[in-house]
């Protein structure tokens, strides 16, 4: 580090608060908006061989999201950004983001224009064979998706751009308007084109253009960067992003990859598994992207300044409290999604051509899903950590060696008499064990964590979670099932007494993270009329 990069008291504070509660609602907006569209789609198609075909096409675009664009540059980017910019260097920061922008375009497009030709002999390799009367459907499909990938990796890095200045509010309409797309693909454009769900697909890509690219592009704009199109690969902080990115290209194996290998292994399996365990993952996703995935957001670029201002003792206390308030809500909202599956199966998958199928994949997959929410959730806390210390290659060899372990569990668990829901259970107790390792290797690196705070307040969760339970099953014991509105009941009824119970239980036990509680009611109260 340079001395430029010491402190400098004139850089305001993040505001973590502020910053999370913006993400968490433009998230839990998304989750919304995310479940709305399967259900829209199982209701206008079902879940048969047809949408099993849409789920795998997906397959291909998203492993190029995840291998480059969704780990590795806006993670690498962030922190040499951020270091920049908060140490009087910001016209230097505007030339390594054109830089950076105009290098990864030009390489994109090529790698986008590879993998279009290639499409077909891709699906061959990674789909079972089981799939083959559908493999000219899924190349197609998966070819309109592809220049989506685009809009992704290159609106991530002006998304980043975003962060550093502490502006949420614009990258939080981007997966919004995204899944807006995609309803609005499944209800209009499906009408025009055939088969309809190539409908969808269409929607993904004009959403994915103008929420993740277009619309941030102006905001940035409007931040009087200047951006040219550079070819430096020489600067310094050019170079640092493209040394902390090449381990995650190269990695091969975040575990974001899990869903793909998922649906790869699903794929031999009757029609309609591969949309069920989807659907499910996607559930299970809910409370990964508002709680794990917001929380993370807002604190790297927190993260990123006080590692570059040395401030050790504010990016630990950071890192402890967002730990012990992920787990705080998460815990008790794996316990009770597992209790309320078969009536969240229920309400959401029981409409149109859906109606007549089975919940059972659904519902068997998102309970053994649910074991792995709270890891899945601290998952993305503990990879930020790691990449605002400018560390990437670290966590991407533990997320290759996560990964073996995930395929290995699915080969065995596949074996049992679980078969196709040993992959939920694989990926839950690969991310359990995957945490684990994490937490206490962040430890180690930045100078020790408060393990023992941590460890006290998963105790008290535990114990409220505990309450939560009892309560719970309460309601979901007997209130008997049978149809929507009854599901619709017993989930409010499960929701009721569970809350009331971890609520008084938490309170009685003094735990620090109720006071997340306490501001949540206080700003449900603002919003009520008087």
């Not at 962030?78 to 260097?89: A, G, K, N, Q």
């Not at 074996?415 to 994490?438: D, K, N, T, V």
Request: glycine content about 8%; hydrophobic content about 50%; some cysteine.
């Amino acid at each position: 580090m340079t001395e430029a990069t010491v402190q400098n008291d004139s850089s305001p504070k993040p505001n973590v608060g502020r910053a999370s509660t913006i993400m968490g609602l433009s998230l839990f907006l998304s989750r919304v908006l995310g479940i709305l569209r399967d259900v829209i789609m199982g209701a206008q198609f079902g879940r048969n061989a047809t949408t099993d075909a849409y789920t795998l096409a997906f397959m291909i675009p998203d492993l190029l999201f995840f291998l480059i664009a969704g780990g590795a540059l806006s993670s690498a980017f962030i922190p040499v950004f951020s270091e920049y910019l908060h140490t009087d260097r910001r016209k230097e920061a505007w030339h390594i983001f054109s830089s950076v922008a105009t290098i990864m375009s030009t390489a994109l497009i090529a790698l986008i224009l590879l993998v279009f030709a290639f499409t077909p002999q891709l699906i061959s390799a990674i789909i079972d064979h089981k799939q083959e009367a559908n493999y000219a459907l899924i190349a197609q499909i998966s070819r309109i998706l592809l220049p989506a990938q685009y809009a992704f990796f290159i609106g991530g890095l002006m998304v980043g751009t975003l962060y550093a200045h502490q502006r949420f509010s614009i990258p939080g309409l981007g997966p919004n308007i995204y899944n807006i797309g995609i309803i609005f693909g499944a209800i209009v454009i499906s009408h025009f084109v055939h088969p309809g769900i190539m409908g969808m697909a269409i929607g993904a890509v004009s959403g994915a253009f103008l929420g993740n690219l277009i619309i941030p592009f102006f905001a940035m704009r409007k931040l009087g960067g200047e951006i040219k199109v550079k070819f430096d690969f020489q600067h310094p902080g050019v170079k640092k992003v493209f040394v902390l990115m090449a381990p995650v290209i190269f990695g091969l194996s975040l575990p974001g990859v899990f869903p793909i290998i998922m649906r790869s292994l699903a794929s031999r399996y009757p029609d309609g598994i591969i949309t069920s365990i989807d659907f499910a993952n996607k559930l299970m996703q809910a409370p990964l992207g508002i709680f794990g995935q917001s929380f993370a957001i807002a604190i790297f670029p927190a993260l990123a300044q006080f590692y570059a201002q040395k401030r050790m003792d504010l990016f630990r206390s950071q890192v402890e409290k967002s730990i012990r308030t992920v787990l705080f809500i998460t815990i008790p909202l794996a316990v009770f999604m597992a209790i309320a599956a078969p009536d969240i199966s229920g309400v959401l998958y029981s409409w149109g051509k859906s109606k007549t199928s089975s919940q059972e994949g659904i519902v068997v997959s998102l309970q053994l899903f649910c074991l792995g929410i709270p890891a899945w959730c601290l998952h993305p806390i503990l990879m930020r950590g790691y990449f605002s210390i400018q560390q990437t290659l670290k966590p991407v060899i533990v997320g290759t060696v996560t990964t073996g372990v995930f395929v290995l569990l699915c080969s065995l668990l596949q074996a049992s008499p679980l078969q196709w829901r040993g992959l939920s259970l694989a990926s839950s107790l690969a991310a359990i064990m995957m945490c684990i390792y994490m937490l206490f290797s962040l430890s180690k690196d930045v100078g020790g964590l408060d393990l023992k705070s941590i460890a006290k307040g998963l105790d008290g969760t535990a114990i409220a979670t505990l309450g939560l339970t009892i309560a719970a099953l309460i309601p979901a014991f007997l209130v008997p099932t049978g149809n929507v509105l009854l599901s619709v009941l017993r989930l409010a009824l499960i929701a009721g007494f569970g809350s009331v119970a971890f609520t008084v239980i938490a309170r009685k036990q003094k735990l620090e993270e109720i006071t997340v509680i306490d501001r949540a009611m206080n700003k449900v109260q603002k919003l009520l009329p008087k």
